[in-house]
């Protein structure tokens, strides 16, 4: 009989007025997969938040689907710095107290291939600029994955952003 167990490897909430980032760092290679959980709001308008690995920034690929309540689309991501569009953030301009829900799944982050990533986002506001996504990333590199950094591209996060990052093992 196989069983799967997670287990919190650490937690962070935006205690200050805003935080450029929420980085993970020292992550232990005792896990198969990792799952990165935050519920998140912007200092500024909507913004696509990035997601980086042990400080790299090149080999990154991404591709995005979404609906907005009035279309559903897709995009290739032209940044190759981070996996773009990632982690819409609700606005300081959407409702109130609202923050986006984000799930980024990475498996196998400590073997020797290219690491992928599936990343699910929801923006919940009450107006028209609900947001739901689904990124497919990709970071070309054979290294294991010791830090995580997630970042807006032209904003911050608000006090009590939060972040929680879990450690999967499979027995």
Known sequence: MSYTTYKKIASVTVTASTAAAIEFTSIPATYTDLLLLSSTRSSTGTVNFRVSFNGSTT???SKLLYGDGSSALSANNSVTTA???SNYANASTETASTFSNNQVYIPNYVGSTNKSVS???IRENNATAALVAMTAGLWSNTAA???IK???DSASYVLHSTAVLYGIKRY
Do not use: N, Q, R
């Open 83 to 85: 996996i773009d569009y």
């Open 145 to 147: 994955i010791t830090s």
């Open 150 to 152: 997630i970042e807006g």
């Open 119 to 121: 990343i699910e986002t």
């Open 59 to 61: 080999g990154y690929t």
